[in-house]
């Protein structure tokens, strides 16, 4: 084999080392690209659960257009009238409870008993019976620090939730929860949630020790 020969050869042995390393960096897929295909695998997966299961929420359906707080307030502070009624007629606590069940039961649980040692219990709660006002604004900025319950000290964080429902998705899930697990106060008008708001104004979670004022008992 001539010297002209030999170098072709090697000239053609290194292209097709070439091209053969070309190949594996084109088809070679780094672990960081398999961790962001896993996270919108999962983001996906996260979306069409949420679709298929969320229980068909939509904030939309719990304001009625005749006004749901004109209702509540035909209620006359008693739910004995609801049971036996007009079937198609607007009931406060049926509809006060799908919106606990999507926003509070997580942490309060189906029951309103709550988590040991982190969520407090609503059920028979002395917190659920007291001012609505003071109620409304624990639900709409939030709690944060000690609080007794039921003779129990809970050290937790209730997110607020004023951004994420309006003064009559809130008044209907406090009625339900006053009415609900052995509670028997009465039902909280939304005209009470919508001042509690205007008064409270953009503000940080509350503490117990910051309610005081709005404990009577």
Known sequence: ???????????????????????????????????????????????????????????????????????????????????????????????????????????????GLGMTGAFPPLAESEWVARDPELLARIVLAGLQGPITVKDTEFNSIMAPLGSILNDEQIALALTYVRQEWGNTSGPVDAAVVTEAREQSGERGMWTVEELKSWITD
């Open 1 to 111: 084999m001539t010297e002209d020969q030999t170098n072709l050869k090697s000239s053609e042995e290194v292209e097709d080392s070439n091209l053969v390393s070309l190949n594996d960096k084109n088809t070679f897929i780094s672990p960081e690209s398999i961790g962001y295909l896993a996270i919108v695998v999962s983001i996906v997966l996260a979306v069409i659960y949420l679709a298929r299961f969320s229980g068909g929420f939509d904030s939309e359906q719990y304001l009625e257009s005749s006004g749901i707080a004109s209702k509540m307030a035909n209620l006359g502070g008693s739910s004995g009238g609801l049971e036996g009624g007009d079937p198609g007629a607007f009931d406060p606590i049926k509809e006060g409870k799908k919106i606990y069940q999507t926003t509070c039961m997580a942490c309060h649980q189906v029951t």
